[in-house]
């Protein structure tokens, strides 16, 4: 009798749950709960019964009770006295380590974030604990929890598209107005609910034109970040995509006003997503696509107003290649602030430097120019006209002065080249030194500039315009006042390969082993042929405690060597501490 009843028990409960399983694939889900529940109360001990309940509450999107069941489920196979049972327990992850992967991923996506978004359905601005707190209790992080996590190894990659899509906000990109609402205006109220004239207006429908297409965080530089805390405004210049303010500013076209209105996603530059809404926050000449960076019509308008070429505005990417013509964008950036010019482009260069407001324009943009000359080598940042800089002579005193294009000098061909170091082969370099000397050219009474005729050892003469006033003599001493034509240190001229740089090519270059090939003599050779091209100089003058300052000049100092045989001279390289 006990026999046949064990018999019976065994068979209902088989049955049970090969028709939850048939029900499951047929998404028959209550009808699948109701048999899994027959399979726990025939064998209560047994983890089946539960595996199948999860489930069944998982396809019904009853998460909570789902991850109950799944829970006793997993304390049913450690307790479970066959051992190839309990084998079965490495097959799944505990929720502990499914919970530590999601933090890990959610706090990677969030290290470049702002520290504060408004939440465009509740319209309330949420610092960073509430944003996280959104999403453990969000029906994304239950679905996540449970359904792309439960076996292991844990894929991480799920893991991190579902908290990347969930955490993605917009940014709005506008000029400030008279005034902005600030972070104490819409902290702990609802920005719906707040009075719709001036420039709330702007705010409350960029967050609905945000949550409409299904964004659920956005961003506004005037009220998300505390500007009396240093620490915030900071990180806001080094968490944003290309950093507080953009390089593209208000135009207009067709007499339509294009309100300075961007929403970009937080993703890579590659794949940031750009809209463009007019005043009434219509989209920009009505295009409804996607991406208005993919609008022929819209990036040919940027590019004759901005005058930075559609394929820089549409493939941008921060970092310092390119430096110079970069510079030339922002180089009619106004700013309320003066400081904030240098600071704007901390995010273009891709460069984390201290925002210290109060220092003022030419410190904050010395200290960039700097940081972008000492880590890329880019010396093309000393090609500028106007005045020099009180943070160090070599540099301007504002970024207007990069407004015109960067000095072209004459390329030289591959096949020139390798003409001239033949031609240099058999040459003996033997150069007897001339004496400096700087003569200063009669001027018209009232001139602003003095003209001064350069003479330098071993280069053709030139003419220098400057406002500086050079004193060739000490006035009290007969000293003689040394002034030097230098060329900036190019660690191109070298002809090393730059295996980062895609375009270079060395096709040209004569194959190993052929006739007359030798790879030192032939880099010094080219090095030799790279000096004796035109080169944009810097003149310096000897201040009265030996050092050297730059002077600024009206125009580009273009220099070249008189004869090649001048540039063996030019090997004497030394490094100077300029002012």
Request: with cysteine.
């Amino acid at each position: 009798m006990m026999g046949m009843f064990i018999y019976a028990f065994g068979t209902g409960s088989s049955y049970f749950a090969h028709r939850s399983k048939v029900k499951l694939g047929q998404k028959l889900y209550a009808e699948a709960l109701s048999d899994a529940e027959k399979v726990i109360e025939l064998n209560p001990s047994s983890y089946l019964g539960y595996e199948l309940k999860h489930a069944a509450l998982h396809g019904s999107q009853r998460y909570e009770d789902a991850f109950k069941a799944f829970t006793i489920m997993l304390s049913k196979l450690d307790d479970a006295p066959d051992p190839q049972i309990r084998q079965l327990r490495q097959q799944y992850a505990s929720p502990s380590e499914v919970e530590d992967a999601i933090r890990q991923a959610i706090h990677a996506q969030l290290e470049n974030a702002p520290l504060r978004l408004i939440n465009t359905s509740t319209g309330r601005l949420c610092d960073r604990d509430a944003q996280i707190n959104a999403f453990m209790e969000s029906t994304e992080h239950k679905e996540l929890l449970h359904t792309l996590v439960i076996h292991v190894p844990l894929q991480m990659e799920p893991i991190k598209e579902a908290v990347a899509k969930y955490f993605s906000w917009v940014m709005l990109s506008h000029r400030w107005e008279r005034k902005e609402p600030l972070l104490h205006d819409i902290q702990g109220r609802d920005i719906y609910d707040l009075d719709a004239v001036g420039t709330v207006v702007k705010l409350q429908k960029f967050c609905e034109v945000a949550r409409d297409a299904g964004h659920r965080w956005a961003w506004s530089d005037t009220c998300c970040i505390n500007q009396n805390n240093n620490v915030e405004v900071q990180h806001a210049h080094h968490c944003l995509p290309i950093g507080r303010a953009s390089f593209i500013r208000v135009w207009r076209a067709r007499k339509q006003h294009l309100e300075h209105a961007r929403m970009d996603s937080s993703g890579v530059p590659r794949s940031k997503v750009v809209l463009f809404y007019q005043a009434d926050w219509t989209l920009y000449l009505d295009d409804r696509s996607r991406n208005h960076k993919h609008s022929l019509a819209i990036t040919q308008e940027l590019e004759r107003s901005t005058g930075i070429s559609a394929r820089a505005l549409v493939d941008f990417r921060p970092g310092m290649i390119d430096a110079r013509e970069k510079l030339r964008w922002a180089s009619t950036r106004v700013t309320t602030l003066q400081e904030d010019i240098a600071y704007s482009l901390f995010g273009i260069f891709g460069v984390h430097l201290p925002v210290i407001y109060g220092e003022k324009r030419q410190n904050a943009l010395g200290r960039l120019l700097q940081e972008i000359i000492a880590h890329s080598g880019d010396i093309t940042a000393l090609d500028w006209v106007g005045q020099s800089s009180n943070f160090n002579s070599c540099l301007p005193a504002d970024i207007f002065s990069y407004k015109a294009l960067s000095c072209a000098l004459p390329s030289l061909s591959e096949r020139d080249m390798q003409n001239s170091v033949s031609s240099l082969r058999n040459n003996i370099f033997a150069v007897e030194s001339a004496s400096k000397l700087i003569r200063r050219r009669p001027g018209q009474d009232g001139d602003t500039c003095f003209n001064y005729d350069v003479k330098a050892d071993g280069l053709q003469d030139l003419l220098v315009i400057t406002e500086d006033k050079l004193v060739q003599f000490s006035p009290a001493r007969r000293t003689r006042r040394t002034f030097l034509l230098v060329r900036p240190w190019n660690r191109h001229d070298l002809g090393l390969i730059n295996f980062a740089d895609e375009t270079q090519s060395v096709e040209d270059w004569p194959e190993p082993g052929s006739p007359g090939y030798n790879e030192s003599t032939m880099r010094e050779l080219r090095l030799i042929v790279r000096l004796g091209q035109p080169f944009g100089g810097l003149l310096l003058a000897q201040q009265w405690g030996g050092e050297y300052k730059r002077i600024a000049s009206d125009n580009n100092i273009i220099a070249q060597v008189k004869d090649t045989a001048f540039v063996y001279d030019m090997m004497d390289i030394r490094m100077m501490e300029i002012l």
